[in-house]
């Protein structure tokens, strides 16, 4: 079985990919791709058993309501005595709600964070795998899944904040080698300078 991440970025300079190859014994890591394309993207997601995404799927709700409101000119006062709670509900999902209850991660918001950006090109990706056969379901049943490392480390106990910063790359160095100590059975093949060189296809690794 083979399985894909992608850790999206804005723009294809900034975006890995990664498939991986499971087998009865274990995971190799088989192809890495950084930059990654829209193109590439869609062709890898189409032939892979599942893809995991590292970006939003979609927005709050609440957000979107208040939005199309104020196109027209009628948004409501928030109620007295909510605070800034009214704002939270706009900028939080429920999904990003549950990862900072259980997991302890608190997810950029997709609705008033630069990860707005990432989830506009994602939305764009989406609509075009689904025009070619592909139907998305955001819940993730269908070929792609919404995924987030950050939570995935601290759920496996090697989160390392910090790994991401160019100025410390021995953070970076430290969460790989923690990483193929606990999961032995992770092959990173010919691949592995990359993972430790860049955390953007680090990501991609742990995506699916």
């Known amino acids: 079985m083979i399985t894909a991440g992608i850790d999206l970025a804005a723009v294809s300079e900034r975006t890995a990919l990664a498939s991986i190859e499971w087998t009865g014994i274990g995971a190799v890591v088989r192809d890495v791709v950084f930059p990654a394309g829209d193109d590439v993207i869609l062709g890898v997601i189409e032939w892979a058993g599942k893809t995991g995404i590292d970006c939003p799927f979609g927005w709050p709700d609440a957000f979107v309501d208040f939005v199309a409101t104020h196109r027209f000119g009628h948004v409501d006062d928030p109620q007295c005595g909510m605070g800034a709670g009214w704002r939270r509900e706009l900028t939080m999902r429920r999904t990003d709600t549950f990862v900072r209850d259980k997991v302890h991660v608190v997810p950029l918001s997709v609705s008033a964070d630069k990860i707005a ?92």
């Open 117 to 208: 950006h990432v989830a506009l090109r994602c939305a764009v990706l989406l609509a075009r795998l689904d025009a070619t056969g592909h139907p998305v379901d955001r819940s993730g049943s269908g070929p792609v899944v919404e995924v987030y490392p950050a939570a995935s480390l601290r759920s496996w106990d090697l989160y390392q904040q910090g790994y991401k910063q160019p100025a410390k790359p021995a953070v970076l160095g430290h969460l790989v080698d923690a990483l193929l100590t606990a999961a032995s059975w992770l092959d990173c093949g010919s691949h592995g300078e990359t993972l430790w060189r860049s955390h953007d296809v680090f990501d991609a690794v742990i995506a699916p």
